[in-house]
């Protein structure tokens, strides 16, 4: 395993993992799971 070729890829895989602990307080307690035609929430 050659980790300088396989570092940039390491950090693409860990980036959106990290993104998620950066931003987890502010994510709301309840997310919509579908909404109408009129882009109203009914779920």
């Known amino acids: 395993m050659n980790l ?3 570092l940039p890829l ?3 895989v860990l980036l ?16 919509p799971m579908h909404w109408n035609i009129k882009g109203e929430i009914d779920r």
């Not at 993104?19 to 987890?24: H, M, P, V």
């Open 10 to 12: 390491i950090t693409i």
């Open 4 to 6: 300088k070729k396989e």
């Open 16 to 31: 959106p993992f990290i993104y998620l602990a950066y931003i987890w307080n502010q994510l709301p307690d309840k997310v």
